[in-house]
């Protein structure tokens, strides 16, 4: 056990996939002698050398799409997405290429490509570096949607990822980069990529979330606790496929279920748990699914992104809601 | 002078009778050009010529089942055979092409089976053959994507360690004239130059991106693009199948031996339709499409091959009856093609175990059979 | 009265809308003598000249970069992306510049930008030609997306389309381009741009669609009727805004509601509708709101579509399922 | 030779001092070129030197306020002065500029208001300001958008059909060597060029994309990206105010009468972090700073003042001490700025009512408004 900030614990796991597979690659925008402007692949060029850890042109289509193209040499390319807002360029190549080569090829191509996106708000950024766009890839078949929450799945999921054959987009939570925990780098007994985890039993209500909101609903529960009520938190880790299984258990159980997000709940991905789970769960939910979320705007500008982005009172004013249904 | 004197008019696509590699006359008259000798044996010449008549012959017949409500669409490829088969036949074992949709020809240099292709227009699959066993990707109907596509596996192959080695391979990435506007064409063309990546963009320019004619996409010679990113550019005769050849091969060569991207423009012409469901009269005169004939790919070969006696009738029956059985027998194969199995639609998606795809496949599977219990 | 394709009609919308205001360009890939290789805006540019009918370089990310500084300039482009499949190059500026200009702004700057979009499968196509990308839109804030379904709405809503101060995301059904009906073209007293429509009313169930999906839905409401059951069959036409007022008014009714639409169900579109009327109409439902659709794969080759896409008998499984809840 | 003679060595960004159009040098003195004759009254060069003067001290200021956690962050235009003002002082009434989020020097230039820029940097907006109203779009922060929003523009301008005319205007697009690499970019160079666009790319090659160095994104001085594209590019000392005067005038005057698109780069330094968060010490040597700060543009312009007399110590003490007075009025102004109301977060989404909008907002009042009555 070592304790590692989620940013580190991302960095190690990088390390740890590049030393046990060489064609495993790095590309993106300053990921070289910066280490990215969040110091997520720091050190690794230095170690693995400029042909492993590639500094791209400022082109994010181009780096996606030479990605696949090195993915179809043979190579396992990491990418990274400088923030959530520049993923978009990016997007075609995602969506009718990495996407959809596998069945075009029916089968036969396979391209274990990662995109990392840091993503979500609350460090006073300006536009753009805020956003919460996983909706736009969890409804693209043919790619698997990953957000982790904490150090330790970070290290794990990562290395989760590198590894799987079918592309990843993979999302960390840029606002809890500095958190810290405690972290078992030397064994590989992990939880499934595509398991939910439930991150705190409770018996009156379920939450679920993931990525960066998975803490405000961990203190929420806590809030909640000391007015006697148990609520249960669900970190999905996966968005596509979902641990449906796990979830509609819980609900089961609970009769209740808020889903918390940042990203705006109009179409956003609440929608697809809250519909999943209303047909899984119709006759034992007490209330309707309620989802918080991001506003159904645009981002705020930084200084009133608080009230934007789901808090601590919004989670528990629907907490509460459920039971007052 | 700091400021480029190449002012180029808007809407001047160059002359019209642009400065060009050319090493056979349309009259078939072979021509020398200093940087591109070129030596061809009879048998080659024979092969050559053979190539450019099966190809053509498939695609005729590809054209006519599509009539024939057989197939959904097809990008015909009439006018470009030479285009297709010079560069083509320029590929070595190691080489990886990167095509459209409308590369029929270098598929067939590359042994795809016309089959698969005939597939994909029917809509049996999209595509579906192994890119690496053949050595030619998947078609990219998504305009200028495979590009960038083509330019990562050429990051590849110098990772591998492999140029300037007899193991060496290059890439070639196919687009039209159209293509060169698309963002994803210019990228490869910043990461090839600044990478030094072995790569050769071979841009058919046949004069037309479905209606839109040359000078929608550019005011100068396309070729020249290639010098606002630093590696070298070159216009051939598109339907002069030797100087394809030629400027390929050097290309490639210079490639693989890491001397990196060259940009090849080959001056040609769509002589169809854009598809099947494309109609030209529309938007362009029957007198460019006469033109155009008088260059026709195949005939120049033939009459070098006739002026040099290095042919004589029997080849030339017995090639057409060849490409005429071929075509036989494709049509055949065609029909018989199966349709895929509904419930083949969750296949493929994923490579490992999915739980929304074997959900929707067992609702889907109860669904369908509850209709054969019904009919019972 | 004039009898009209929705093809022609939408020919004829642009037509009226470039005559009663100059500023009225129309941009796009083959969309001057060839008409669009649908023919929707044939003659146009015969008659308005290659000034205001535009054909540009084949760069769809260009043609809405360029439609936004016209726009800039006064201007209302009304932009056509040739197939569904080939937006996603132009997905960038229409999500972080189209979208959020007028926010950023602060409300000085506005976009009347029309993108138009052929949508949907059932034309035979290869790969890419028959997306149902809805989604990757309705969750843009910053945009207006609408889908019509037959002629006469074509013909309206095309021109209340380019009237809207906002960027207007406007799906057609290409399937459905050579349907015909009666359209008054004397008339501009339309239904509201973001009104939903009951084209079928009835009492049993309630049926949501929109785009190329409500002719097949009327058709399963006509075969329902037949064995006794009524339908209620609701054209959306907006996606966002949602007119949920008359899609909740119906499913009060009813208690019972499919959702039908080509895109995959997975995160789809019918995902918001479905957690938006269980919020709404929780204590009325007598079975989870149902949703029909796309499988969560990519779409299939065009021999095989008709498996995919939902039909008739598809919809009429879904409706009784929600009788044996 | 059709191939292009010009192959670039990779990685090799042209000569250590490359040719570059220079009317002033580092040491003040003044040179002519034979393209771009200026002649410049004292007062205008005074002004220069004001606005030079100026845009650094609003800068430093800005640099300060955010160390001290007023501002979120700030992109620093230190080094880049010469190239934002004298660019910005070639624009006419009717040209419209479009910036990225560094060019607070072009903006002095249209008068937009320094604290509307402290704003955004603050998270009070997203910018905010009328473009129209300064002929000053916004910022945008996605890499190369804003070419093509110049570049639709431009053809806007075309059709409004007053090239040639007293009112007729150009664009402007601002960007930086990074950028060059973005598909949006280089489609701006398609449809500029090809429609004939009246606009100027204006490069602002500073030699770093935060921390990648010019040779990442391209092989040859980016200049010459034009010539690719068929239209003029021209390299100019990004550290001379006279020369970036000059050059952007001319191409200006080229764009508003009809000749079309000119690419100008302007080759300079960006001589502190790539933004307040960044860390130069991380990717490039102290060494090459100091090289560039012999280059200072203001330093230049001071010496060619103080060499020719047209200036005394009043006059340079006067410019300091009114940059500084502004300095400090635009601090006290961005302390003073007030944060948006919360529930302007729904404003200004839509320019028409939008129910989903009402039903947020209401909500969102109803719930903000429990807690006042809950602390009452
Ligand atoms: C991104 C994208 N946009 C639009 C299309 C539709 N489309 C298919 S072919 C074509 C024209 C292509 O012209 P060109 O690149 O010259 O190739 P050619 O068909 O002439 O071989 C267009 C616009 C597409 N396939 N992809
Ligand atoms: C599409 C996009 N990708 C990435 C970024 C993150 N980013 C901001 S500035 C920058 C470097 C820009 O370099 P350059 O174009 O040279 O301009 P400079 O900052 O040097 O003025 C990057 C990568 C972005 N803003 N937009
Ligand atoms: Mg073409
Ligand atoms: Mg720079």
Redesign the pocket.
């Known amino acids: 056990m070592t304790t590692l900030t989620l940013g580190k614990a991302l960095n190690e796991g990088l390390r740890k996939a590049m030393d046990d597979d060489p064609k495993v690659l790095i590309m993106g925008e300053d990921v070289g002698k910066l280490g990215g402007v969040f110091r997520i692949t720091d050190g690794l060029q230095k170690d693995f050398g400029e042909e492993r850890v590639i500094d791209t042109p400022l082109a994010e289509s181009g780096i996606v799409g030479t990605a696949i193209g090195l993915a179809l040499r043979g190579y396992r390319p990491v990418v990274e997405i400088q923030f959530d807002g520049f993923v978009f360029p990016a997007v ?1 190549q995602i969506i009718t290429q990495l996407a959809k080569m596998r069945m075009r090829s029916l089968g036969k191509v396979e391209l274990p490509v990662v995109v990392r996106i840091p993503c979500g708000g609350g460090i006073g950024a300006v536009e753009h570096h805020s956003e919460s766009p996983e909706v736009y890839f969890t409804h693209t078949a043919g790619l698997r949607v990953v957000a982790c929450s904490n150090p330790a799945d970070a290290y794990s999921m990562i290395q989760q990822s590198i590894a799987s054959p079918d592309p990843v987009v993979f999302f960390e939570p840029k606002r809890r980069y500095w958190d810290k925990a405690d972290v078992d780098t030397e064994t590989a007994d992990w939880t499934p990529l595509h398991a939910a985890r439930v991150v705190r039993p409770g018996d009156d209500v379920t939450v679920l979330s993931y990525g960066p909101a998975v803490k405000t609903c961990l203190e929420a529960a806590v809030a909640a606790g000391e007015e006697g009520r148990s609520v249960e938190v669900i970190d999905l880790r996966s968005l596509n496929p979902l641990d449906i299984e796990t979830v509609t258990a819980s609900v089961h159980r609970t009769g209740r279920c808020v889903v918390v997000h940042e990203a705006a709940v109009f179409s956003g991905y609440g929608a697809e748990l809250a519909a999943r789970i209303t047909e899984r769960c119709f006759y034992r939910l007490e209330a309707p699914v309620l989802r918080v979320g991001g506003f159904s705007t645009p981002y705020p500008p930084s200084r009133i992104e608080d009230h934007y982005l789901p808090d601590l009172d919004r989670i528990l004013d629907a907490v509460d809601r459920t039971f007052g249904w | 002078m700091t400021i480029d004197s190449v002012r180029g008019a808007p809407g001047d696509p160059g002359p019209a009778e642009p400065e060009l590699v050319q090493l056979l006359t349309p009259e078939g008259q072979r021509v020398e050009h200093p940087d591109y000798p070129l030596e061809l044996g009879a048998d080659e010449v024979r092969a050559l010529y053979r190539d450019l008549v099966t190809v053509r012959r498939i695609d005729l017949e590809a054209v006519a089942l599509t009539r024939q409500g057989e197939l959904g669409i097809w ?1 015909s490829l009439l006018g ?1 055979e030479a285009a297709q088969i010079g560069s083509g036949r320029a590929l070595g074992e190691h080489d990886m092409v990167f095509p ?3 590369e029929h020809g270098v598929a067939w240099c590359r042994d795809v089976d016309p089959l698969n292709l005939l597939g994909l227009f029917r809509g049996v699959n999209h595509g579906g053959w192994d890119p690496a066993k053949y050595g030619f990707h998947l078609y990219t ?5 495979q590009t960038l596509h083509a330019t990562g596996y050429a990051m590849g192959i110098q990772r591998d360690g492999v140029l300037g080695t007899p193991s060496a391979g290059a890439t070639i990435a196919y ?6 506007s ?1 963002g994803d064409v210019n990228e490869s063309f910043v990461f090839a130059s600044v990478f030094n990546a072995p790569i050769v963009f071979f841009c ?3 004069q ?3 209606s ?1 004619p040359l000078e929608k ?1 550019t005011r100068i010679p396309l070729y020249r693009r290639a010098q606002g990113y630093g590696f070298p550019g070159v216009r051939v005769d598109g339907n002069d199948v030797f100087a394809c050849l030629a400027v390929t091969r050097k290309a490639l060569e210079a490639a693989r031996t890491g001397q990196g991207p060259t940009f090849i423009e080959a001056y040609t012409y ?1 002589m169809g339709a ?2 099947t469901t494309d109609d030209p009269t529309r938007y362009r005169l029957k007198a460019e499409e006469e033109a155009w004939k008088l260059k026709d790919p195949i005939e120049r070969v033939k009459a070098y091959l006739v002026r040099g006696d290095l042919a004589d009738s029997a080849f030339f029956e017995e090639v057409e009856a060849d490409a005429k059985a071929m075509a036989r027998e494709l049509r055949a194969a065609c029909l018989a093609l199966p349709d895929p199995e509904p419930l083949s639609i969750f296949e493929n998606v994923y490579a490992e175990p999915h739980p929304l795809m074997t959900e929707e496949q067992e609702q889907f599977a109860a669904y369908l059979a509850s209709f054969e219990e019904a009919s019972r």
Chains 1, 3 share one sequence.
Do not use: K, L, P
């Open positions: 075609d | 990008a470009q459209t949709y409308r109907i998504v305009i200028g994507s687009f039209g004239d159209g293509a060169t698309q058919q320019n046949n037309w991106a479905i839109e996409q769509r854009h598809t």
